[in-house]
């Protein structure tokens, strides 16, 4: 068994700063890249940042240069530092590792269950 946890969501007030993690756990042998989503209320769950197994790292137009995503491989965990929060930030935020090799050598793609970002203005 696979699984990803979210924590450190929360309500912060808008200019803010928040950083959610996301740590992997189970049988695990290696992860591939990884990524947050964010879901608002009413609207499609979106692509906010990537990072693959070396460091490159995607963002969203939206968060360029407010948000920076990073992970300890050593520690299966994925961040999501997030500055300058805006009220149109406010989502439930969800990690994603698109592939998990686990120690039997099966291929996985794992969702985390996700936490809550409210961003007050």
């Known amino acids: 068994q696979v699984q990803l946890v979210e924590s450190g969501g929360g309500l912060v007030q808008a200019g803010g700063s928040l950083r959610v993690s996301c740590a992997a756990s189970?049988?695990?042998?290696?992860?591939?890249?990884m990524g947050w989503y964010r879901q608002a209320p009413g609207k499609q769950r979106d692509l906010v940042a990537t990072?693959?197994?070396?460091?490159?790292?995607n963002y969203v137009d939206s968060v360029k240069g407010r948000f920076t995503i990073s992970r300890d491989n050593a520690k299966n965990t994925v961040y999501l530092q997030m500055n300058s929060l805006k009220p149109e930030d406010t989502a439930v935020y969800y990690c994603?590792?698109?592939?998990?090799?686990?120690?039997?050598?099966?291929?996985?793609?794992?969702w985390g269950q996700g936490t809550l970002v409210t961003v007050s203005s």
């Open positions: 990072i693959t197994s070396g460091g490159s790292t």
């Open positions: 994603k590792a698109d592939w998990v090799v686990t120690t039997t050598r099966t291929y996985l793609e794992r």
């Open positions: 189970g049988s695990i042998f290696s992860i591939g890249s």
